[in-house]
């Protein structure tokens, strides 16, 4: 493939303008060039499409040249593609001019490989393989190819009748098995701007996550992996009020903030929220002599547009009212308790509310739990309790409030009711108790009502999540790192409304995809390892089928719905099939094969030299798991899937029925 630096470096080398006597580029005239705007060379990158495109920006009808992208391109050494940022071995905070600084209000985060795609495919979460960093200006042409829409294989349908192969797709719940970058990319043609809410359990980019990172840029390559993820992420979600919130832990948490602020704009941060995920037993607790042991992850939470926290449904139960809450109203029936309620919950009243809140509370008298409750002496602990919470609805406590005393002894000129309302600069209704005296600075004269604090709202500090011995929620065992359903239950709470589209691109072993079904959302989750793509299937076939664990009796679920699963159509896939199977007598006849077939090649890999008659001998006499290793490693991985655009290529053997499915999903 010809890069675009391979075609600038050919076209510079073609005009004696830039050259040395030994038909060299001279590197520091061609800069000059640049920077001066010298005509030469304008007329040069004008004169070719591609290079047109690559260096000019329109603006109002009139082309301008950017020298400055030019410019950092051919201070590459020979213009190779080895180095594709302007910074190496560095990862900091950088201002609009690139200096690096310690604290500004306008920050972007930079490190090594930022304006790349980084390649990595794997369906073996041990599988080691080498990093690729594709640059955006450099590789355009290799990275469009590697994240165009793919074809999609063996759909198959699971609800309560069992599994059916299908060839249509209709917005169901799906499961879509490949890379999630690549996964990402097929959804946008069907589906950007219509997500609703995106959790990611994300890579903490520690050693568990078993991802052989390069360690020179292990940072860095979790960045750009990040990145590239979030930059298709944000194109997903639907611009009015979409949201997406990620997990992770203190290994990037502070990194991942500033990233998310560049790809989603800092101004739609919402929180970063807290969960305790552990408690303080155990190994960790061996170190708290040299640090304070983790008991805790974050979740951090961005949007587009504006939105609004479904706050009512993600209320935590308090259990119990305390001994302040000792008062029963009384002189009203339910209806008219439950009247004055609605009036305190308002956002802002008028005056004339006020005056009719004052009728409605004029025959209202207080009484003691037991003057209400003739064997409450008798009651245990638990049974008082439990009265209590049954009868919050009529039961009061007392509260000071200097604010509200101020526009009570106001009032309290105008009238000698017992009981009346006020309104505050707000214009928020409170429930006043009129017999305090006026002398006394600070009386208990605010009327609280026990039902309205029977939740509390959890804020950004979840301590109340119960997120041990989860690991066969759902009917699938997952040792380490599994989410339990209650966390997912919150947040789809709080964003969704029912048949929302809620997209995990870290699927695992599908708590996001169970959790959805039972709260009537829709869902898509993409997962590339095998174990996990199995087990989520098997998860949501218990789903389907009523699953009880996780949060299923806590909505009432008893089964129902449906999902889709698939897979990104494969093609060097096969060819590796064949090399893992092959007896080392026909592994030579795969080896001609291939190198007879260079498309099937990685880029970077010599060809001539595989070719080459030593060569060639030297593989005769590799041991056979040599030679499996070697050809694995010489195929472009990017050309493991089939791009839609090749759906008719007989070459690729697509099924008749994968086509038709794609078609569907595509819209075509």
């Known amino acids: 493939m010809i890069t675009l630096i391979d075609k600038l470096n050919s076209r510079i080398k073609n005009d004696d303008y830039f050259l040395d006597e030994n038909k060299e580029i001279i590197k520091e005239k061609l800069k000059t060039s640049s920077l001066n705007l010298d005509e030469h060379l304008i007329s040069i990158l004008l004169s070719d499409e591609e290079l047109k495109s690559a260096f000019f920006i329109e603006k109002n009808g009139v082309l301008i040249f950017d020298k400055v992208k030019f410019s950092w391109i051919i201070s590459n050494s020979n213009f190779l593609p080895d180095s594709y940022t302007s910074y190496k071995n560095k990862i900091g905070l950088i201002d609009s001019n690139g200096d690096f600084l310690k604290s500004k209000d306008d920050v972007m985060l930079s490190f090594p490989y930022k304006d790349c795609i980084l390649e990595f495919d794997s369906t073996n979460e041990n599988e080691d393989r080498d990093e690729v960093f594709l640059n955006e200006t450099l590789a355009k042409d290799y990275i469009d190819t590697l994240i165009s829409p793919k074809v999609l294989e063996k759909a198959v349908l699971h609800d309560k009748e069992g599994t059916k192969i299908v060839d249509k797709y209709n917005g169901e719940n799906l499961i879509i098995k490949g890379n999630n970058l690549i996964s990402l990319y097929s959804l946008l043609p069907r589906f950007e701007g219509k997500i609703k809410f995106i959790y990611w359990d994300i890579l903490y980019n520690t050693d568990n996550d078993k991802v052989p990172y390069n360690d020179k840029f292990k940072h860095s390559s979790w960045l750009t992996m990040m990145k590239n993820r979030l930059t298709v992420a944000s194109r997903l979600l639907r611009k009015d009020n979409g949201v997406i919130s990620i997990q992770c832990d203190d290994n990037e948490q502070a990194y991942l903030k500033v990233l998310c602020d560049e790809v989603f704009g800092r101004e739609n941060f919402v929180n970063c929220i807290a969960v305790k995920m552990s408690e303080a037993t155990g190994v960790k607790m061996a170190h708290a002599s040299k640090r304070f042991p983790k008991l805790k992850e974050y979740i951090l939470v961005y949007k587009k547009g504006e939105i609004k926290i479904n706050t009512d449904d993600i209320l935590v139960p308090v259990g119990e009212l305390g001994v302040n809450y000792k008062s029963v109203v009384t002189g009203l029936t339910k209806e008219e308790i439950s009247r004055v309620r609605d009036f305190l919950h308002k956002d802002s009243v008028t005056e004339n509310d006020v005056q009719v809140f004052d009728e409605l509370v004029k025959g209202m008298t207080l009484k003691t739990i037991p003057e209400v409750e003739p064997n409450w002496k008798t009651f245990t602990d638990e049974q008082k309790a439990k009265w209590k919470v049954d009868n919050a609805w009529r039961i009061v406590r007392e509260v000071s409030s200097a604010s509200a005393k101020k526009i009570a002894d106001v009032k309290r000129t105008k009238t000698t009711a017992a009981y009346f309302g006020i309104r505050t600069a707000r214009g928020i209704l ?73 997209l995990d691109a870290y699927f695992g072993t599908g708590t996001t995809g169970a959790v959805a079904m039972k709260m009537n959302r829709k869902f898509i989750g993409l997962e590339q390892l095998n174990n996990h793509y199995e ?100 195929l472009d991985k990017n050309i493991l899937y089939v791009n839609l655009s090749e759906i008719d290529d007989e070459s690729k053997e697509i099924l008749k029925v994968d086509k038709r499915f794609t078609r569907s999903f595509y819209g075509d």
């Open 430 to 502: 409170y429930l006043i108790k009129g017999n305090y005296s006026i002398e006394t600075p600070n009386p208990n004269i605010k009327l609280i009502f026990g039902a309205d604090f029977l939740y509390v709202n959890p804020c950004d500090f979840w301590e109340d999540i119960k997120t041990t011995r989860v690991d066969n929620e759902g009917g699938v065992e997952l040792l380490n790192g599994k989410k339990p359903e209650t966390i997912l239950k919150r947040l789809i709470s709080a964003f969704t409304q029912p048949n929302d589209i809620v």
């Open 535 to 634: 087990k989520s299937i098997n998860r949501l076939e218990n789903v389907v089928n009523g699953d009880k664990t996780g949060i299923s009796e806590e909505v009432g679920w008893n089964g129902g719905s449906s999902f889709i699963s698939c897979e990104l159509s494969k093609f060097n896939e096969k060819i590796i099939s064949q090399i893992i199977d092959s007896p080392n007598e026909t592994i030579m006849d795969l080896y001609d094969e291939i190198i007879n077939s260079p498309f099937l090649l990685n880029y970077k890999v010599n060809l001539e030299s595989m070719k080459d008659f030593k060569n060639k001998e030297e593989f005769v006499n590799m041991s056979l798991i040599e030679k499996q290793k070697l050809l694995v490693e010489v």
